[in-house]
Nanobody, 131 residues
Framework: QLQLVESGGGLVQPGGSLRLSCAAS????????IGWFRRAPGKEHEGVSC????????YYADSVKGRFTISRDNAKNTVYLQMNSLKPEDTAVYYC????????????????????????WGEGTLVTVSS
């Protein structure tokens, strides 16, 4: 079965940290650009970050720059999102997705074309930032 599985979400206080993982099964992440997206209650999907398969280039939404770091470990077939200095507005369900052409268009407001153009989506992991 081809799937992406996110983990690492949970409840954290403002200013805290979490590391999300996105593990692939049934296929190799090496062949894909990987993005992290989030959806807060009542809002549309927002692109958080992506990492290129070719040269490791990364892009971040302005709202998370300097706080979040995306990385990939091809040997473990896993992509990570390290989230530091978390804020209540980071509360959302976080999804990873596999696609092509990671670019600045994956960060911030994303188009439906991009959303439906992804090859694989995970089912998400909930991050709640609250005191």
């Amino acid at each position: 079965q081809l799937q992406l599985v996110e983990s690492g979400g949970g409840l954290v206080q403002p200013g805290g940290s979490l590391r999300l993982s996105c593990a692939a099964s049934g296929f190799t992440l090496d062949y894909y650009d990987i993005g992290w997206f989030r959806r807060a209650p009542g809002k549309e999907h927002e692109g958080v970050s992506c990492i290129s398969r070719s040269d490791g280039s990364t892009y971040y939404a302005d709202s998370v720059k300097g706080r979040f770091t995306i990385s990939r470990d091809n040997a473990k077939n896993t992509v990570y999102l390290q989230m530091n200095s978390l804020k209540p507005e980071d509360t959302a369900v976080y999804y990873c997705a596999a696609g092509n052409q990671c670019s600045s268009s994956w960060a911030g407001v994303i188009s439906l074309l991009l959303y439906y153009g992804m090859d694989y989506w995970g089912e998400g992991t909930l991050v709640t930032v609250s005191s």
